[in-house]
Structure formats: structure tokens, C-alpha cells
């Protein structure tokens, strides 16, 4: 089956402590991209990546990282930067920018 | 901020009827949009995408509406069924997707 997935589905972490969110594609999509959405709300972009081995800062970046050093996989990590991390995070790629984006199931961060 | 909202919060529709979910969008360069529905708990599924050099596009059960002069498009639904309760998004997509806050749809029995 071809999609993206993202794991876990669920993560609880302590406040302070770094954490990796996983996202994986095997659709061959050139672009991927983090999202976070908060209970009631859209979407807001966190980073995108239109290439292997390069990305942009989307409109909430402070606290995040990410890198793509594979065409399949785009990592997001929240700092303990990131005043307030709990949230519903959504992984998409696109074949190329400006293209239909394809969604992750999610994973439902929350920081105790 | 936002580029594109939504209308209504929620819609509430007796199963059988046919719905209508607004969006307006504050753009006027912006050349394609999308409909995606999110259930709960689950990433949005794509429905429908339209660009600016059309007016309306179907596909199965859903029509999308798009006026450019007053910058609003629509989504149609025909015969709502339980299975289309969700939030619905219109997204304005460029290098990245604008989403409004979502409309909720409810389905009455």
C-alpha cells in the first residue's frame, strides 16, 4: 500500500525533554510538511522541505526542527523550546509544491 | 494571518438533505483551492480541488462552486449520509496550505 505514515500514534512526554515525530512516505512525493493543529482550529505549518536535504520555516517554526535527509522520511522534533507543545501534529507531502497535499493519520503529542 | 475562513462553525443537516459549507478567502491572486474532510482523531482526506480558470467542479456527491469575483467558494454535498459527519476545510494551496478554522457537520438521523 502506498501512503504516508506517522508513529506513534499517541506520545506523552515530560515537560523539558526533546521528542522525534516520525513521518514516512512511499509515494515518491518530492514535498513533505508539518502541520499542527490545537483543538477546534486549522491547520498551521510548521516547516515544509520541497527537496531532499533542504527545508523552510513555516509560520510557527519557533521550537521545531526538522531535517530530510531522505526522499521518504521527514523527522519533526519539538524542543523543549516550544512553549507549548501539546497538540495534533500532521505530516503531508505533495509531489512537487503546490500540488494536492496527501495527510498522515497523525500523532497526539502531549507534554505532562 | 488566515487567508481563507470559513463561514459557519457548524451545520447541523437532516440525512437525506443536501448541504452547503461556505468559504471566503482574501487572496485574489490565488489560483487553486482544496476541500479536504477530517473525522475525528484521523489526518484530512482530500474531497475535491478546484482552480481559478473554472467556476465548478463535481465529483461524486460533492460539487464545488468557486466565484472570483467576491473571492467565496462552496461546497456541496447531495443526499448527506451519517458518514459524511466531519470537519470540512477549504484550503488555499500555494507552497503551503491556508486553512480556515473548519466547519462541522453534523448528520441527523
Known amino acids: 500500500d502506498g501512503g504516508i505514515t506517522q508513529s506513534p500514534k499517541y506520545l506523552f512526554r515530560k515537560e523539558g525533554q526533546n521528542v522525534t515525530l516520525s513521518c514516512e512516505q512511499n509515494?515518491?512525493?518530492?514535498?513533505m510538511y508539518w502541520y499542527r493543529q490545537d483543538p477546534g482550529q486549522g491547520l498551521r505549518l510548521i516547516y515544509y522541505?520541497?527537496?531532499?536535504?533542504?527545508?523552510q520555516k513555516g509560520d510557527i517554526a519557533e521550537g521545531y526542527s526538522v531535517s530530510r535527509e531522505k526522499k521518504e522520511s521527514f523527522p519533526l522534533t519539538v524542543t523543549s523550546a516550544q512553549k507549548n507543545p501539546t497538540a495534533f501534529y500532521l505530516c503531508?507531502?505533495?509531489?512537487?509544491?503546490?500540488?494536492?497535499?496527501?495527510f498522515g493519520p497523525g500523532t497526539r503529542l502531549t507534554v505532562l | 494571518g488566515e487567508s481563507v475562513g470559513l463561514h459557519l462553525p457548524t451545520l447541523s443537516v437532516q440525512e437525506g438533505d443536501n448541504s452547503i459549507i461556505n468559504c471566503a478567502y482574501s487572496?485574489?491572486?490565488?489560483?487553486?483551492f482544496i476541500w479536504y474532510k477530517q473525522e475525528s482523531g484521523k489526518g484530512p482526506q482530500f474531497i475535491i480541488d478546484?482552480?481559478?480558470?473554472?467556476d465548478k467542479r463535481q465529483g461524486q456527491r460533492v460539487t464545488v462552486l468557486l466565484n472570483k469575483t467576491v473571492k467565496h467558494l462552496s461546497l456541496q454535498i447531495a443526499a448527506t449520509q451519517p458518514g459524511d459527519s466531519a470537519v470540512y476545510f477549504c484550503?488555499?494551496?500555494?507552497?503551503?496550505?491556508?486553512f480556515g478554522a473548519g466547519t462541522t457537520v453534523t448528520v441527523r438521523a
Open positions: 503531508a507531502s505533495s509531489t512537487a509544491a503546490y500540488n494536492e497535499q496527501f
Open positions: 509515494l515518491n512525493h518530492d514535498a
Open positions: 522541505s520541497q527537496i531532499v536535504n533542504d527545508f
Open positions: 487572496n485574489s491572486a490565488s489560483d487553486y
Open positions: 478546484i482552480r481559478s480558470n473554472m
Open positions: 484550503a488555499e494551496n500555494d507552497y503551503k496550505l491556508s
